[in-house]
């Protein structure tokens, strides 16, 4: 079988998007079971050819030539047995077409986004869905939103697990303090972590606001780190951090070894999201030992299990418990990094490769 993947997004700072695919890819170079795999990039690829996958440039990272004209070419061209996106299908294939959507938030809270991402996102995922052979989701919650949302039949779509990003690399706690250095943050001070891209799904207003009380209000001395780029109202978590300026650090994208060295070092993660479709960054924060504070909403009791202490997203003062528990109490730490420990383990690219290779299969029958 042969298998084209649009790898388009890889280097273009997406986060999520760019962590599936890249795991996704390298899943199939690690599973071993004869498929045949191409990436089509944008600039160099972003990791060596390996068993059964390969790489191909394409022309232009244009939407309109990639969608209208380039992957329809190549899947002729190639004589492709599925065509894989992520969100957005081409306008036609001569493959069958494989589209995963992580999650339709911008159907269910468009508040959330900027006009033009809406145009963008009500126009291509209502086509993508109606046009592929199968939709794959990350989470059970995300599948059900999609199925209700759209009238999906249940046969059309699977919830398929996805592993963890580069924020999971092994690092020790020295190399850690070294990257942290190069990011202006003191690895001798503590801090609460938070990691994301900076829009209003991500609460973060919320939690600028905790992070206050629990400062001033519950007497921790201990810092904030919010890593990722600015997007849509960045400017409203800026402002809100105002009145705790000196402790909060907009660290902006970072590198893969900056991110673990983040998740390695910080006290607590905290993971205020109003949704999530799957939630990367727990299992990078599991993998490092860093114990959970986190959301009750969407797929985030799914993803994180028992390895959490879960508070409303809507309550600034639940946010502040959830978070103060985890910072005072050494038992409930222990608890939750043994539980990160067991669970971590279920969330792996070769079986999200295995179980979309069986996608694969069932479409192309």
């Known amino acids: 079988m042969k298998v084209g993947v649009d790898a388009h997004m890889v280097g273009s700072h997406e986060t999520g998007n760019?962590?599936?695919v890249k795991g996704l890819v390298e899943g199939f170079k690690a599973s071993g079971d004869g498929l045949e795999v191409i990436a089509y990039h944008v600039g160099s690829p972003w990791t060596a050819p390996g068993p059964g996958v390969r790489f191909e440039r394409l022309l232009t990272g244009n939407p309109y030539v990639r969608l209208g004209v380039e992957l329809p070419a190549r899947s002729l061209a190639e004589r492709l047995d599925i065509l894989h996106m992520t969100?957005?299908?081409?306008?036609?294939s001569a493959a069958p077409l494989v589209v995963t959507i992580h999650d339709i938030c911008y159907a269910t809270n468009p508040e959330w986004f900027s006009q033009h991402d809406l145009r963008v996102l009500r126009a291509m995922v209502p086509r993508s869905i109606k046009q592929a052979a199968h939709v794959i989701t990350d989470s059970e919650d995300a599948r059900r939103q999609i199925i209700d949302h759209y009238a999906v039949p249940e046969s059309k779509i699977s919830a398929i697990l996805i592993g963890p990003g580069a924020g999971a690399q092994p690092i020790t706690t020295e190399e850690a303090g070294e990257e942290l250095r190069g990011l202006g943050l003191d690895p001798d001070r503590p801090y609460v972590l938070s990691v994301g891209n900076i829009q209003p799904r991500k609460n973060l207003v919320r939690l600028v606001e905790a992070f206050n009380v629990l400062v001033h209000g519950r007497g921790h001395d201990l810092d904030l780190a919010i890593v990722g780029p600015r997007h849509y109202r960045a400017e409203d978590i800026v402002a809100a951090a105002a009145p705790v300026a000196n402790r909060?650090?907009?660290?902006?994208?970072?590198?893969?070894?900056?991110l673990a060295a983040c998740y390695r070092h910080s006290s607590v993660y905290v993971f205020p999201s109003l949704y999530e479709g799957f939630g990367l960054p727990a299992i990078e924060a599991m993998a490092q030992g860093t114990p959970i504070a986190c959301s009750n909403a969407g797929s985030l009791p799914e993803v994180c299990g028992e390895a959490a202490i879960y508070f409303d997203p809507l309550s600034v003062e639940s946010i502040v418990d959830a978070v103060d528990r985890i910072l005072v109490?050494?038992?409930?730490?222990?608890?939750?990094?043994?539980?990160?420990?067991?669970?971590?383990?279920?969330f792996d690219w070769k079986q999200t490769a295995r179980e979309t290779l069986a996608v694969y299969r069932t479409v192309s029958m």
């Open 248 to 258: 909060v650090h907009f660290t902006g994208y970072v590198t893969d070894r900056q």
């Open 329 to 346: 109490d050494s038992e409930v730490r222990k608890r939750l990094i043994a539980a990160a420990a067991a669970r971590v383990g279920l």
């Open 87 to 92: 969100y957005g299908t081409p306008v036609w």
């Open 18 to 20: 760019e962590t599936y």
